[in-house]
């Protein structure tokens, strides 16, 4: 027999499965109106988590959106929230009206554009088919959006159990369990990549002190997380090369230059031509050498190329590039340390990462390849490695080294990075952190490319290594509190 003479019967059992669940679903929104008592102290801390990932003003669409609850405390520019329980719908167009619903299966919804986020919260453990879903999804992502999913830890199930036999919780059919490695597994599958994954919510009950501490401290240290209630995922579609944009991006260099005249004339020589086009970005900051007048001489020298040239009116290697790319043209914005410490040929290495799709911010590292004798201290060595381990934490994603100045990441992306940036302040004063904490704010892609770390063949180094080390941990610091501890 055929896999096709099959399908009447699929269809037939997903067809009961589905009148169940929207039953039972209507049942539960005439039967309990404002919710369950014992569940709203976990809605408001899911609500908490899922707002740490969501920024305001984007928009999101909300799959399996029950009372729109959620939705609305996301706090979208527009949102649409999507159910199959018709009483469930009816209860969220009345409580915000602001929002639009739809009354659906979500296997099958028809909802019109693309969003910057897709919410499938608590949605997983009774759909009919998750696969199916994820292939649906993509009608309504751009490269940019992101997919964002709670889903209960199977060692909860007990308790759950407990809780909903109490009365305490919404009662629920038979339900799906699956492991965080099958949700990635079918995100793969469909085209999506996992970008991150917490654990979230030690303590779904609403006690004072108690709950708090557990949440937003325990929860998220490795021994107690094991054990939290919720797994977030953060996702997103992985463009094919054949989506890819037809017309090539122009491409900015920004080069941070103070004391380094030296170092001019091979820069402008050896910087490769990418995309439809490269312009060099030079920022002069305040030298005591000639470098202003080195790079005039360049500038005059290569009609053939294309420059940008000021000098900054801040102190900082962080705040060159800044007003670097304020000053760039390009759609595509590349950072590269004028002391040649990095070869100006590796760029096309980034280029390649960051046009295959693989990843939205592409961060260097020094620490793979052998080094010059002379590249970096043994202290600075090992330092750059401990950042690397404690930023893998920080930002949930595989960081190797944090202060390697060569990173490359999209116009747009900055601009929003930019927009947000008084989330964090102003104190980095290299310009990486300010990268890698928006990036992982926007829940970016971050991927690093290995580079050979060469010894400066001119000048010395602008870092002050106590000094910036004090700042670095307090940047540290703050990372933890604004994206880890919240």
Known sequence: ????????VVTERRRLF?????????????????????????QRELQRVIRNVVLPGQRVLELGCGAGDLLAALAPSAGVGVDFSPEMT???AARHPALRFVTADVLDAEVDGTFDVIVLSDL???????????????????PDTRIVISLHSQLWKPALDVVRALGLAAPMLEQNWFTPTDVTMLLALEGFETVRRNREILCPAPIPLVQPLANRWLAKLPLFGAFSLVNVFVARRVTPRSEAPAVPPRVSVV?????????IPALVERIPEMGAGTEIVFVEGGSTDDTWAAIHREVAARPDREFRVLQQTGRGKGDAVRAGFREATGNLFMILDADISVAPEDLRLFYDAIMSGRGEMINGVRLVYPMDGKAMQFANLVANKAFGLIFTWLLGQPVKETLCGTKVLWRRHYEQIAARR?????????????????????????VDVPVRYQERVYGSTNIQRWRHGVLLLRMVLLAARRLRFV
């Open 255 to 263: 080069v941070p230059a103070s004391n380094e005249a030296g170092n």
């Open 1 to 8: 027999m055929s896999t096709d003479s099959h399908a009447p």
């Open 90 to 92: 009816a209860r969220a």
């Open 124 to 142: 997983l453990n009774e759909i009919w088919d998750a696969q199916s879903l994820f292939k649906r999804m993509a009608r309504w992502c751009t």
């Open 422 to 446: 008084a989330h964090f302040g102003e104190l980095d004063p290299f310009g990486d952190f300010d990268l890698l904490f928006g990036a992982a704010r926007l829940s970016l892609r971050i």
């Open 18 to 42: 589905t009148d169940a669940h929207r039953a039972h679903w209507d049942r539960v929104a005439r039967d309990a109106p404002n919710g369950f008592a014992g569940g709203r102290g976990y």
